[in-house]
Nanobody, 123 residues
Framework: QVQLVESGGGSVQAGGSLGLSCAAS????????MAWFRQAPGKEREGVAS???????YYADSVKGRCTISHDNVKNTMYLQMNSLKPGDTAMYYC?????????????????WGQGTQVTVSS
C-alpha cells in the first residue's frame, strides 16, 4: 500500500522560508515523475513543482526562482524548499506520485496523494 506523508508546513511571515518533506512508503521515490501541488480555499489545485526520474525539475511560473524541488533516494523522500514566501503562496500543499501520463501539471495524472500540509504566509 502506497503512503505519502507530507510535513514541514507552518505559518511564516512574507519573505520567510519553509521546507516541505514528502516521505513515501510502498513507493520508490524517483521511479517516475513526482510533483508538489497546492490548493488555496476556493481555488483549483495547481501544480507547483515536479521532478522527473532523471532528476530534471520544472516549476510553475508563480514559484520559479523561489522554490527548489529535490528527492533523496536513500531516505525515499521528496522535498520542496520554498524561499521568499508571499501571502499568495498560502495553501494546502500536497505531494503526488504514480504519474501515468497526461501532463505533469494535471492532478489527474497522479495516482497517489498525501494528506497535505498547510502553508500560511502573512504579510
Amino acid at each position: 500500500q502506497v503512503q505519502l506523508v507530507e510535513s514541514g508546513g507552518g505559518s511564516v511571515q512574507a519573505g520567510g522560508s519553509l521546507g516541505l518533506s514528502c516521505a513515501a512508503s510502498g513507493y520508490i521515490v524517483g521511479t517516475y515523475c513526482m510533483a508538489w501541488f497546492r490548493q488555496a480555499p476556493g481555488k483549483e489545485r495547481e501544480g507547483v513543482a515536479s521532478i522527473g526520474r532523471d532528476g530534471s525539475t520544472y516549476y510553475a511560473d508563480s514559484v520559479k526562482g523561489r522554490c527548489t524541488i529535490s528527492h533523496d533516494n536513500v531516505k525515499n523522500t521528496m522535498y520542496l524548499q520554498m524561499n521568499s514566501l508571499k501571502p499568495g503562496d498560502t495553501a494546502m500543499y500536497y505531494c503526488a506520485a504514480g504519474y501515468s501520463g497526461g501532463g505533469m501539471w494535471s492532478s489527474s495524472s497522479y495516482k497517489y496523494w498525501g494528506q497535505g500540509t498547510q502553508v500560511t504566509v502573512s504579510s
